[in-house]
């Protein structure tokens, strides 16, 4: 069972939205002058954005029982620009075993292959 890519371009416009249903207002999402000041090469996309694609694929890899039992634990290693397209991958670390689900490593690279998040999905109770 091959865990789904998804690409998807990450665009200001979609930060926009997540910002105002956040109340974000911290401009170095929004503003490329601003996230230069703060040291980055361009506006950053908010983490939630790229563990949300995660979840997609998530849901489309274990199916419905994802809503119910999945579980996700994530770490943002590497910031991800506003612009960029992200793609999400993951590989079975652990086979199920008695008491444990099988637990895939899952991640999310940026436009040139870097790892942006890192993290485990499992369905719990799944053994």
């Known amino acids: 069972m091959t865990f789904p890519t998804i690409r998807r371009k990450v665009t200001a416009d979609m930060v926009a939205l997540y910002g105002r249903v956040n109340n974000d207002r911290n401009m170095i999402h929004y503003d490329d002058a601003a996230a230069r000041a703060a040291g980055f090469p361009g506006a950053v996309a908010h983490g939630a954005i790229t563990a949300a694609v995660l979840d997609e694929a998530c ?7 994802w809503s119910e039992a999945g579980r996700l634990d994530v770490k943002f290693v590497k910031p ?48």
């Open 59 to 65: 849901r489309a890899h274990f199916g419905a029982a």
């Open 80 to 127: 991800f620009f506003v612009g960029d397209t992200m793609s999400t991958h993951g590989q079975q670390n652990a086979p199920a075993r008695e008491g444990a689900p099988a637990v895939w490593e899952v991640w999310c690279e940026n436009g040139a292959g870097e790892k942006v998040l890192v993290g485990e999905a499992a369905l719990e109770g799944s053994a």
